[in-house]
């Protein structure tokens, strides 16, 4: 079992609707959750991050964590066509030792938002 | 502005050859990541540094080597033992190695095979 799993997609949905990202992990221990939007053939660019469980908002993006189901997602409302690209999603696996600030990435899910 | 700049943007390494990334930082961070990106995937972790004059291997450390004598940089050198070096090559970097400091990344090098 993949410790950081996303599905690759491509999904996708038309111009202004809300694009649903979801990322499960394994290691229960886990305690920080990111999320990096990467355009083709560049880098990774952080968009939120969340610590604990519930719903972190930032605009038009909306991170949410359920510890107990070992799942984080990522809902991006309005959606535009500039928000096409990677979503990876990076979880931080341990709770300090010599993983500390190590983050396990997943393979990332491409999004496409057409007009 | 500060930030984290990667050099060169391209590479090429011929066989047998050693060729060595740089990864420079301005913004005081203490930690300090390299991953490696192949088509489709994720990033796989190579190394880290928490502080200078240490670093520890990540997942697929074999065939490569790092230093940190600098707190601003931490090159990678990718030895000919890695046989398999096409990639794209990312750095990044955080505050500290504290749990749940967000990682930036530069904008990466693109090694190919001659």
């Known amino acids: 079992q993949k410790e950081v799993e996303q599905n690759s997609g491509p999904l996708s949905v038309p111009e202004g609707a809300i694009a649903s990202l979801n990322c499960t992990y394994s290691?229960?221990?886990?305690?920080?959750f990111f999320w990096y939007r990467q355009y083709s053939g560049k880098s990774p660019e952080l968009i939120m991050f969340?610590?604990?469980?519930g719903d972190k908002e930032d605009g038009r993006f909306t991170a949410q964590l359920n510890k107990a189901s070992q799942y984080v997602s990522l809902l991006i409302r309005d959606s535009q066509p500039s928000d096409s690209a990677t979503y990876l999603c990076a979880v931080n696996p341990h709770a300090g030792g010599t993983s500390y600030g190590k983050l396990t990435f997943g393979q990332g899910t491409i999004l496409t938002v057409h007009p | 502005d500060g930030g984290i700049t990667q050099s060169p943007k391209y590479l090429f390494r011929k066989e047998g050859q050693n060729v060595t990334l740089s990864c420079e930082q301005n913004l005081n961070h203490d930690a300090m990541y390299w991953y490696r990106q192949d088509p489709g995937q994720g990033l796989r972790l190579i190394y880290y540094s928490q502080i200078v004059n240490d670093f520890q291997k990540g997942d697929i450390a074999e065939g490569y080597s790092v230093s940190r004598e600098k707190k601003e940089s931490f090159p990678l050198t990718v030895t000919s033992a890695q046989k398999n070096p096409t990639a794209f090559y990312l750095c990044?970097?955080?505050?500290?190695?504290?749990?749940?400091?967000?990682?930036?990344f530069g904008d990466g090098t693109r090694l190919s095979i001659l």
């Open positions: 990044a970097s955080s505050m500290g190695p504290g749990e749940g400091q967000p990682q930036h």
């Open positions: 290691d229960r221990g886990s305690q920080s």
């Open positions: 969340i610590y604990s469980n």
